[in-house]
């Protein structure tokens, strides 16, 4: 059975309407890129930039401007192209007839599939509506569960400028500036309804009404519903809900909560989607489950019963240990916005503040997404196990009666969606040894223990090919940041002579809040200087965003950025600008070492560590998030390195300590070992780890292996309750 995808037929126009603009015989591929799974599809990307690479790059790797772009004297030299012309034809044949296939409703009942809500989606970097780990992660589910065709669907928010864009100056301090995500030049389609008009919803704010309409992505089977209030029908300020991701002010945000929340569920109604099961990725999305209660309700059941009711088929994923995460609310803050939706409940504000407060007897007490998102949820989970205990004795004041470990939240450690994060040279090595579709076993230990059997000298091959990759990157990206920064022509040359491909290549890159740590790198500058001296030297790359309203974090870049004129840093350290998923790519791919250096018990998960692993880097991490279950032996052998993961009061002693930890790996085992080479000029012990580390880590930190653990909780919630 195939799961109702409304919007597709709009979805198709948008598609044929692009292809009228090309030769007939290219026809497929506006078809292939209206729909996101050429950007997992082994080498489909490269159809694209073939017709012309410069072009390609511009876009940002966007197909269909691409299209709408490309002169079409080009197109037409292309359509000419016999062989060009059959790799077009058969990879859309091969993903047509892939897309074609049934949903595996074994669990999720085809007709009614799981919503899966999340204020952010890193698809690709192309469709700019994610900020770092947590939409990347959500569209890496989102892929995975077209891979194993489960009946589902995306719903989140349309941002028409997305995330802000990073630009440094001369001083290192980081400028925002936010470009149009023009809907006519990607791959969305605005839903439509039966009178053939924009499908629109109301979501009552700030007590008025606010039409939303919908856009649907197409991620393989999954259909993304993005909402967005830009219409010329709602006030200016209504308007801005949906214009960027994670606005500053607290009534904006809060009015996209309620558009996510609310506006997600009445949008799935007037498409005709019942889900099944809500998935609330985050807190953002908690409102949704009240607006389930809303048809019952209006039936005469009575607010508590309906909930009940709702609750059962709930269920809420938790990504923040900072209880500074945890956004509250004044009751004040919260009835100015959500003015409407008690009498729409048939409740009373007070019961639904009440629901998001810690202690729900104590009026006045500001009201949170999270725990209303753990009260209106059936079952809950943190990102790691880690993260389960820490939310567990945070939320544990929600459960007076309970002690600690018995507070009902258990945890499902994130992964990654291999097929997106593993580069091209990786994946034909492991084509050659895994065995025919060993990525669709690829979270069975088994599949990855023919591993060991490679060559040490092939792997090594394939870790230099990666590297040198990055290499190349780097230049090139460094020489134009630099220059575009305004800085001088000879300190940017001296990036593109920088960067030797046979030197190590360490890397640290994420969003730059606090906890991630990045001034460990340079806290002892006199020691990280030494790193980077000749003989061999040790090369750093570094990438990140801070957030808009983190001036801390701004200055703590800005104060590393001084170190610039120090010896050998112009060559042997790079700031990549504007962090997004297109950085990412050759960053874990590249790196020998990829670092994280958290303040525990901050970091829920991470995630980038698990990318960098299956493209064989090895991890260097405080013991938090993923790697505190991750980090081992095989056979004697370390799968990565580890700084102790205890937490401290202290943190100035305890950052001293850490830096210190961190300074003595990198000196006294990272780097001999990357230079311990045997006659071929292989390091041995190192392609030992590198090993251990991807057999022990590749089956577990997956995205087909979380995707089958939420399964589970979701088969869990649909059983018939006793
Ligand atoms: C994977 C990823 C992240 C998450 O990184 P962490 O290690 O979890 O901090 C952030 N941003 C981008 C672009 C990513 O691809």
């Not at 003595?664 to 292989?682: I, K, M, N, T, Y």
């Amino acid at each position: 059975m195939t799961t109702p995808r409304p919007g597709a037929a709009d979805h198709t126009r948008a598609a044929d309407l692009l292809a009228a603009r090309v030769p007939s015989t290219l026809a497929p591929l506006a078809r292939l890129a209206f729909n996101y799974r050429w950007s997992w599809w082994a080498g489909a990307d490269a159809v694209f930039r073939d017709i012309d690479p410069h072009r390609w790059e511009r876009s940002g790797a966007n197909p269909v401007r691409l299209l709408q772009e490309v002169p079409f004297s080009a197109l037409e030299r292309l359509a000419a192209d016999e062989a060009a012309v059959r790799r077009i034809v058969d990879l859309d044949l091969a993903i047509t007839h892939e897309l074609s296939q049934p949903d595996d409703d074994a669990v999720i009942p085809a007709d009614r599939p799981v919503a899966f809500f999340c204020a952010e989606y890193g698809v690709h970097s192309s469709l700019p509506i994610y900020s770092g780990g947590l939409g990347v992660l959500a569209g890496d589910l989102v892929k995975a569960a077209s891979d194993l065709r489960l009946p589902f669907v995306g719903v989140g928010l349309f941002y028409r400028q997305g995330y802000f864009r990073q630009r440094l100056d001369t001083t290192g301090y980081q400028h925002e500036y936010w470009i149009e995500n023009d809907p006519q030049r990607l791959p969305v389609a605005l839903v439509t309804g039966d009178d053939g008009e924009p499908l629109t919803v109301e979501v009552r704010v700030w007590g008025r009404p606010v039409r939303v309409q919908v856009w649907r992505v197409d991620v393989g089977t999954v259909p993304l519903y993005l909402l967005d209030t830009e219409l010329p029908e709602n006030e200016r300020i209504d308007r801005w809900i949906t214009a960027r991701l994670y606005v500053g002010d607290r009534q904006l945000r809060l009015a996209q909560y309620a558009v996510l929340g609310l506006g997600g569920i009445r949008a799935l109604r007037a498409m005709g989607i019942e889900p099944s099961i809500v998935h609330m990725n985050e807190g953002h999305a908690a409102l949704a489950p009240l607006e389930l209660v809303a048809p019952g309700v209006a039936g005469g059941t009575d607010f508590t019963d309906a909930l009940a009711g709702a609750r059962r088929r709930t269920v809420f994923t938790t990504h923040t240990p900072v209880a500074a995460g945890n956004e509250m609310y004044d009751p004040a803050e919260i009835t100015r916005v959500l003015y409407a939706l008690p009498k729409h409940l048939g409740t009373d504000m007070e019961t639904l503040l009440a629901l998001g407060r810690v202690h729900p007897d104590q009026a006045g007490e500001p009201s949170g997404l999270t725990p209303l998102g753990l009260r209106v949820a059936g079952s809950s989970n943190g990102v790691s196990r880690r993260h389960g205990e820490v939310a567990r004795s945070m939320w544990q004041p929600l459960h007076p009666e309970l002690a600690p470990d018995e507070v009902p939240i258990a945890h499902i450690t994130n992964g990654v969606h291999q097929p997106t994060w593993m580069a091209d040279p990786m994946r034909r090595l492991l084509d050659a040894h895994l065995g025919e579709g060993w990525e669709r076993r690829a979270d069975d230990p088994a599949t990855w223990e023919p591993v060991l059997d490679i060559p040490d000298a092939d792997l090594w091959a394939v870790r230099c090919e990666q590297r040198t990759h990055l290499v190349e990157y780097i230049r090139a990206r460094t020489v134009s940041d630099r220059l575009a920064r305004g800085e001088p022509l000879e300190y940017a040359e001296r990036s593109h002579l920088a960067f030797n491909p046979d030197d190590i290549v360490v890397g640290f890159a994420r969003r730059l809040a606090a906890y991630k740590r990045l001034h460990l790198l340079g806290s002892d500058t006199v020691q990280s200087l030494d790193l980077l001296a000749e003989g061999r030297p040790l090369q750093l790359v570094i990438a990140g965003k801070a957030h808009p309203q983190d001036e801390d974090a701004k200055r703590l870049m800005q104060s590393l950025y001084r170190l610039k004129s120090a010896p050998n840093v112009a060559e042997r350290v790079a700031f990549i600008e504007d962090y997004g998923m297109a950085q990412a790519r050759p960053l874990v791919s590249g790196c020998d070492v990829w670092l994280n250096l958290p303040r525990p018990p901050l970091e829920a998960s991470g995630t980038s560590g698990m990318k960098a692993v299956m493209n064989g880097g090895l991890h260097l991490s405080v013991l938090d998030g993923w790697w505190a279950e991750a980090y081992g032996h095989r056979d004697g052998v370390p799968n990565g390195w580890a700084i102790d993961g205890g937490e401290d009061p202290d943190h100035a002693a305890q950052d001293a300590r850490h830096a210190q930890q961190l300074y003595e790996l990198l000196a006294s085992d990272v780097l001999p070992l990357f230079h311990q080479r045997d006659e071929r000029g292989v390091p041995v012990r190192w392609v030992q780890m590198m090993k251990a580390s991807l057999v022990m880590l590749c089956p577990r930190f997956t995205a087909a292996r979380m995707l089958h653990d939420y399964v589970q909780v979701y088969a869990g919630a649909l059983e018939p309750s006793a």
